[in-house]
Structures are given as C-alpha cells and as structure tokens.
C-alpha cells in the first residue's frame, strides 16, 4: 500500500472515530434508555401517587395557605411545583421557580396527565379540582438517579475506552512510520553518505511499492548510472591520455625527420640538386603528415563534446553523391588499383558536404592503403541495388532500406580483418596500433572512428563487413529528406 494512501486512511479513521463512538454511546444509552422505560413506568407511579394524594388537596392552592406538610415530601429526589389557575407560581420547592412569571394557558395545560420521561426526571403534571371548579395544578418531577448514574458510567467507559483506542493507534501510527519511514529513510541517507563517500555500500533492493521504495529504486539506478559514467569517464579518460601519448610519439617521428633534412640542407654539406629537392619533398610530405594529424586530433575532439552541432544544408542527390565518389581515380593509378565507381541516387538528402567528403576520403584512403596492387576498390552511392560486384555475405547481412536511405559503399579486395576484430576497427586509434606494429604509418588510427561520428551527427550509421583472403565492404546509410 502507498504511505500517501495509509496515511489518508489514517487520516480519515481518526476524523470518523470520535464520530462513531458518539453513536455507539448514544445507541447504548438508547437501548439502556428503553430497558429501563417500562421499570420505571411503574415505579415512578407508585412512587407519584403518594404524592398526588396529598397535591390534590384544594386548600393548598389558596393564597397564604399554610404548606409545610408539603416539606416532608421533597428532597434531592423529589420536587414539587403548585401553579394556580391563573398560572402563578404558588409553591416551588426550587425557591427560582416561585419568581418567575405566570404561565400562558398554552404552557399550563400542556401534557397534563402524561408521565415525561426526561434526560435527568421523570416529571407528571395535573390540575386539581374542588366541587368541579378548577382550582389549580400539581407538578412533580422525580430524579431518575439510577439512570443518570449509569449513563455517567457507560460515558466514563466509552471516553476511557476512546482513549485507550486513539493511544493504541497513536503507537500503531508511531510504530508503523519508525517501520516503514524513519528506518528506511534512515537507512538510506546512510547509503547516500557512504556512496557520496565513496564507500561501498551492499544494495538492497525495496520489497514494497510505496514512495520510500520508489525512492530507494531511484537512488539505486541513479547510484548505478553514476558508477557507469566514472567508468565510462575513465575509460575515455585512459583512452584520450593513450591517445595523445599515441600521436605524440606519432608526431615525434616526423617532426624528427623535418629537423634532420632542415638541418642537412642548412649546412649545405656539398648536397646536389636532386638531393635538395629530394629533401625539400621528405620536408613537405612529413609536414603534411602532421597537419593531417593534427587535423584528425582536432575533428575527434569537437565531434566528443555533446554541444557540438553540425550545420546541414538539403542537397540534391544525384548532382552531391556524383561529386562525391569522383576523383579518387590518380589516387588508385598511383598504386596500380582498379576503380570501379557507380552512382544512381535520386531524392533530397541533408548533409554537411565538408565533413561527408571527410568521410568518404578517410573510407577510400584506408582501402587505398589496405588493397594490394593491381587489386580493386569499387565505390559507389546507391538509391538501388543495381550492381553485382557486391560479396555474397554482405547482402545477405545488410538490410537494405532505399525507400528511406542512401547508401554509399566502400570495397576493396584485401586480406580481410578477423571476425573478432571487426567490433574493435572503429575504436581510435585501432589502426595506429596496427599500423606502429608495422613500422609504418599511414594516419592517426583515427579516420575510421572519425566517420562513423560524422554519419551518426547525419543521423545515419555504419557497418564494416570482412572476411578474411576476400576483402572488406564499408556501408555507410544516409537518410533521405522525407516530404510530409
């Protein structure tokens, strides 16, 4: 049950409790009230007609009349009342009743002859007659001390019965929130200040769906999220200090190869023509390595930080994507490799042109440097499956989707990469790794890592296929611009 339930009820039951136990009291009584009705009936009558033998007497009502016989009748129990025909109060044995004003006819003849059974008497009023003549009228009331004791008594009952009621629920209350409330948040706070202390804590997971158990759960995956974002920073935390420990012995090597030919042609120690020039090329190529680093380093960086946001502008397929795939033929004659390149897209797409040739050159430089001369590379930007030069195991793995996509992709035949590689080729730096154990470096280990951020900043994705003494196939997806 939630607390806010069980405290409403709470609640409530202590607002209808008081409510109800003035009922019971009142049906008590009640029904005390009617066991007695009868009993006293009867002897209260007794009791009533020795004194209306002495009340009938005429000469009572009579003005200076001498009635102290009457005092032998009254007492704490018994009170009588002589009222004359005109309604003044004749004798009282309340000495306030003798001062008040005279009756109406209304009031005198009243219930007359009818026994009234009140909360405290019994009262029974009649008029007295002599020789037919009215002369005046008797009242008697009679203390119903029995009954009035009893309703005392079944009232101290019910209030102690009420007390002890409302103090056993004050501890039920009282034992259920120390229960269900202070210990659990209790515990929890403990929890809180030995995690925000670093300190390892055994979680115990809420058994009750209320609030506190909410809470608990929360605090839980809140803890358990927190945990996988300190792993996570500190894995890319090892990660980016690997890396600028990895490009800067990447940097080293060149930059080592600048000085040494800048210093060689500075002292000019008898170099011929071709030899100058030679180095003056060593100068340019290693320089234009290190830019092309130090350009990777600077795109992975900004693609990392969650504010970054990539303008994109709508283009027209077929004119950008056969823009895209064209000019990397001097790239593959330089190596001997054949290119086959196709195109047949057609829809509106959005995309930073910038960074998607960024994509496609990191894609085509990487199978450039993997393919083996006099090897093929086809690339292509399909809006249809219309080429037959694709591996069997890549179309029998990739589901296509050209009502909504493009794809642009990349194959080459080559060694092939081990299937338990395959998960790991987009990490950075995967291939700078590869590439050191070589002894030859071709980039940063970062174009592969680059591109798959800049299609997922495009709002599509990509897949590497391989296998191995075959080759390997890029599919980059592209979403198209879809009219509403």
């Known amino acids: 049950m939630k607390?806010?339930?069980?405290?409403?009820?709470?609640?409530?039951?202590?607002?209808?409790?008081?409510?109800?136990?003035?009922?019971?009291?009142?049906?008590?009584?009640?029904?005390?009230?009617?066991?007695?009705?009868?009993?006293?009936?009867?002897?209260?009558?007794?009791?009533?007609?020795?004194?209306?033998?002495?009340?009938?007497?005429?000469?009572?009502?009579?003005?200076?009349?001498?009635?102290?016989?009457?005092?032998?009748?009254?007492?704490?129990?018994?009170?009588?009342?002589?009222?004359?025909?005109?309604?003044?109060?004749?004798?009282?044995?309340?000495p306030v009743q003798t001062a008040t004003p005279p009756m109406n006819r209304e009031v005198l003849y009243e219930d007359l002859y009818a026994l009234r059974q009140e909360f405290r008497s019994h009262r029974y009023k009649a008029p007295v007659f002599e020789k037919n003549k009215l002369v005046g009228f008797y009242q008697i009331e009679l203390a119903r001390e029995g009954w009035v004791q009893a309703v005392s008594e079944r009232t101290t009952w019910t209030l102690v019965g009420f007390a002890a009621l409302i103090i056993c629920l004050y501890f039920a209350v009282a034992l259920f929130v120390n229960r269900k409330v202070n210990r659990r948040l209790t515990s929890l706070q403990n929890e809180m200040t030995a995690f925000a202390q670093g300190q390892h804590t055994v979680e115990e997971r809420a058994t009750s769906a209320d609030e506190i158990g909410q809470l608990q759960s929360h605090f839980y995956d809140m803890r358990q999220n927190i945990l996988e974002a300190r792993k996570r920073i500190e894995q890319e935390q090892q990660e980016r200090e690997y890396m600028i420990a990895a490009i800067s012995h990447d940097l080293k090597t060149p930059l080592t190869s600048i000085r040494a030919y800048a210093e060689s042609l500075e002292l000019n120690e008898q170099l011929t023509s071709e030899e100058e020039s030679e180095y003056h090329q060593v100068?340019?190529?290693?320089?234009?390595?290190?830019?092309?680093?130090?350009?990777?380093?600077?795109?992975?960086?900004?693609?990392?930080s969650p504010a970054y946001e990539m303008e994109r502008t709508e283009v027209d397929g077929s004119e950008f994507f056969d823009m895209l795939v064209s000019g990397y033929e001097p790239l593959c004659q330089e190596k001997r490799i054949q290119l086959a390149t196709a195109t047949n897209v057609t829809g509106e797409y959005a995309v930073n042109p910038k960074q998607m040739m960024r994509v496609v050159d990191n894609l085509m430089t990487n199978a450039i440097y993997h393919t083996e001369t006099n090897g093929r590379i086809w690339l292509a930007a399909l809006s249809a499956l219309d080429?037959?030069?694709?591996?069997?195991?890549?179309?029998?793995?990739?589901?296509?989707?050209?009502?909504?996509?493009?794809?642009?992709?990349?194959?080459?035949?080559?060694?092939?990469?081990?299937?338990?590689?395959?998960?790991?080729?987009?990490?950075?730096?995967y291939q700078a790794d590869e590439a050191r154990s070589k002894q030859t470096a071709h980039g940063t280990g970062l174009g592969l890592s680059i591109a798959k951020q800049l299609l997922e900043k495009h709002h599509g994705d990509v897949q590497l296929f391989s296998k191995e003494s075959v080759g390997t196939c890029v599919i980059c997806r592209l979403p198209k611009v879809l009219s509403n």
Do not use: C
């Open 3 to 94: 607390l806010k339930t069980w405290l409403l009820s709470s609640y409530l039951l202590v607002m209808l409790l008081p409510l109800l136990l003035a009922y019971l009291l009142f049906a008590w009584i009640n029904n005390y009230n009617e066991d007695q009705k009868v009993k006293e009936f009867f002897t209260t009558t007794v009791e009533m007609k020795n004194i209306q033998r002495v009340l009938n007497d005429p000469s009572l009502y009579e003005i200076g009349a001498n009635r102290k016989k009457l005092e032998h009748l009254v007492n704490d129990k018994v009170s009588i009342q002589l009222i004359n025909q005109s309604g003044l109060v004749l004798y009282s044995s309340n």
């Open 387 to 429: 080429v037959d030069w694709l591996y069997d195991f890549v179309q029998s793995a990739y589901p296509f989707n050209f009502e909504r996509n493009v794809y642009v992709i990349v194959q080459n035949e080559g060694e092939g990469i081990a299937e338990d590689q395959i998960p790991l080729i987009f990490n950075p730096l």
């Open 283 to 304: 100068i340019i190529e290693k320089s234009n390595f290190m830019k092309q680093m130090l350009d990777d380093l600077l795109t992975f960086t900004l693609l990392q």
